[in-house]
């Protein structure tokens, strides 16, 4: 039979490529254009007054730390979870899908509850000197909380998967336990903890609802840019809340961008 | 070189047997105590806080927050907006997989990464987009308005809000599975006299509905706890745009915390048993695969 034996392919491809444009492209581009209505002046108000830098730098910063951390912390919990059997280890396993189950306006008042400075544990925190609720460390985390199934989840599957004979042969040729992580492991597992961190960072430039309760929003210190976006609307100021949507969006696109890029290679040299 | 490998092989074995055994095991104790801890801490605290908190004021308390007629409308408004964006974006989502997988055509992967992109938009983002685009301030919300069709704060927009953000689910899901399949049972279904709906009908979505099956109850975990997007188009209007997630941050901010948690504790339950539901469907089809695998070896 030929490619396109089966009919119907011009309806089929007009039907989806209309749908698409509607519901996505469309009002995507309405923010884009929304905000290039601003002057030159009133962008420079919307996107670099102290007010919208400091959010810029919160959540950039604080995303940054939270996907590095569920990196680390990630691929160490994968690591457990693939290489050891213990009791339960399937419990353990299923609490690293709670924050995806969950949904981020429950996440965000079971946080804000837990650590704020009378919460059970915001009082044994704040003892030792640690302020976790309404400070910049409980923006963070909440973004870590969010993020860390993705670090877990996308290295857990490629080392399950590794054949342990490449680290049976560095270890039979006498390389060091580190020395056969740092050289051996690691390296084979680059792109799949790079997903996971490209996926947590994504995920937390552009939370919300499990931030803002724990967060506590003050101005020019715990304000993530999510956050401005709705102050300002409810300013009714909808091209200053535009321009701080369009670098979010840039932000997020780069960012799916670079995890289709890291795994097409990842495919390319599985099939090599 | 083989037999040097071999030789250093047998030449480590008895080496690491002596001397760093009692250490790899005190080794593996300690990072099962320090993930386990990590986690429970990370993960287990807020989740046993969103029940305990619920149950601070007893079962009566528990059972109350679910009989106050605003909390019953929320919960009435979710099931109809996780409703209809279950329709719709399993029909679209049978719609682009078929086309993708089915037909060739220039600009699939591009096609692809537009379906993609609600996934790593902010849900502040999506909303902002939705409300810009049908609100009363854009030449088609004015129109739409003056046709008597409110979008914006209104139920209709909490819709389309909630389709955008989880837009891609089923496609993916769909798409994913589709394309190992290939075209084969289409072809064959088509040369034995079939048309192409019934082909849809009676081959592909039966052979697909594990995979359809999956990528419904993801979209609808996600739809029902849909928050940032849905706050910014609802517009908040109680007993008519409150859905439950915009619900239960309203009664956390006017203190009512039994209520708010009891409520958070509902929504919780159903969407994990969702995800638990779908981790099972996804172990039966790796095991499902391996038997198809061992079947066309011949083992």
């Given at each position: ?42 962008l ?13 730098r ?46 981020t306006?429950?996440t ?11 919460g059970?544990?915001g ?7 640690l ?8 923006v ?5 909380f969010?993020?860390?199934?993705f ?19 560095a ?5 060091s ?7 051996v ?9 790079l997903?996971?961190f ?6 937390a ?16 210190r ?14 009714y ?15 997020s696109?780069l ?18 | ?7 250093a ?15 790899i095991?005190?080794?593996?104790a ?5 993930a386990v ?7 287990g ?14 079962v ?31 029909s679209?989502g ?26 790593t ?10 409300l ?5 301030h854009s ?12 979008i ?16 891609p689910?089923?496609?993916r899901?769909?798409?994913?599975f ?23 009908l009676?081959?592909?979505?039966p ?6 099956f ?11 706890g849909?928050?940032g ?13 409150d ?21 958070a504790?509902g ?8 995800a ?6 996804e ?17």
């Amino acid at each position: 039979m030929k490619p396109d034996a089966i009919p119907g392919r011009a309806l089929a491809l007009g039907t989806t490529v209309s749908i698409v444009t509607l519901l996505v492209l469309i009002p995507l581009a309405v923010v884009v254009l929304t905000a290039s209505g601003l002057s030159v002046s009133g962008l420079r108000e919307a996107l670099l007054s102290p007010r919208a830098l400091a959010a810029f730098r919160l959540t950039f910063v604080a995303s940054l730390a939270a996907a590095s951390v569920d990196l680390i912390a990630g691929t160490f919990v994968a690591w457990v979870l693939v290489r050891y059997r213990f009791v339960g280890d399937v419990f353990l396993d299923a609490l690293v899908n709670v924050p995806l189950a969950m949904p981020t306006a429950v996440t965000g008042i079971a946080l804000a509850t837990l650590y704020a400075p009378t919460g059970s544990a915001g009082r044994v925190l704040t003892t030792i000197g640690l302020h976790v609720g309404y400070t910049q460390l409980g923006v963070w985390l909440a973004l870590t909380f969010v993020g860390f199934p993705f670090a877990v989840r996308t290295v857990q599957p490629v080392l399950a998967a590794m054949p342990s004979h490449f680290e049976e042969a560095a270890a039979s040729l006498g390389a060091s336990r580190a020395a056969t992580l740092a050289r051996v492991t690691l390296p084979l597992l680059g792109p799949a903890i790079l997903t996971g961190f490209a996926l947590a960072l994504a995920r937390a430039l552009g939370e919300y609802g499990s931030v803002i309760f724990i967060s506590g929003n003050m101005p020019l210190r715990t304000e993530i840019a999510p956050l401005l976006i709705v102050t300002r609307l409810e300013e009714y100021d909808y091209q200053g809340a535009a321009a701080i949507a369009t670098v979010l969006l840039v932000a997020s696109l780069l960012a799916l961008v670079a995890i289709n890029t890291i795994q097409r290679r990842l495919a390319v040299a599985r099939v090599a | 070189m083989t037999g040097d490998l071999n030789a250093a092989a047998v030449h480590a074995a008895p080496l690491r047997v002596a001397t760093t055994r009692p250490v790899i095991r005190f080794g593996k104790a300690a990072a099962i105590v320090v993930a386990v801890v990590f986690v429970v801490a990370l993960v287990g605290l807020p989740l046993v806080t969103v029940f305990a908190e619920a149950l601070r004021g007893g079962v009566r308390a528990f059972a109350d927050a679910y009989s106050e007629p605003f909390a019953l409308s929320a919960i009435r408004l979710t099931l109809e907006v996780t409703a209809a964006t279950v329709a719709f974006n399993a029909s679209f989502g049978i719609l682009a997989a078929w086309t993708i997988t089915k037909y060739r055509f220039w600009g699939k992967a591009l096609l692809l990464s537009a379906i993609d992109v609600p996934l790593t938009v902010s849900p502040v983002v999506a909303g902002l987009a939705i409300l810009l685009t049908v609100g009363v301030h854009s030449p088609l919300g004015t129109w739409l308005v003056a046709h008597g069709l409110r979008i914006a704060f209104a139920p209709p927009g909490i819709i389309v809000a909630t389709i955008f953000v989880t837009f891609p689910y089923v496609v993916r899901e769909l798409t994913a599975f589709m394309q190992e399949q290939g075209r084969e049972l289409e072809e064959a279904a088509l040369s034995l006299g079939a048309g192409v709906w019934q082909t849809l009908l009676t081959v592909t979505l039966p052979t697909a509905r594990w995979a359809l099956f999956d990528g419904v109850l993801l979209c609808k975990a996600r739809a029902m706890g849909e928050f940032g997007a849905v706050s910014v188009i609802s517009g908040r209007v109680r007993g008519y745009t409150d859905t439950v997630p915009l619900h239960i941050e309203i009664l956390y901010n006017e203190d009512a915390f039994v209520a708010a948690f009891a409520l958070a504790a509902g929504l919780a339950t159903v969407t994990m048993v969702l995800a638990a539901i779908r981790t099972g469907i996804e172990r039966r089809a790796i095991a499902r695969n391996a038997v198809a695998i061992a079947v066309t070896r011949g083992e």
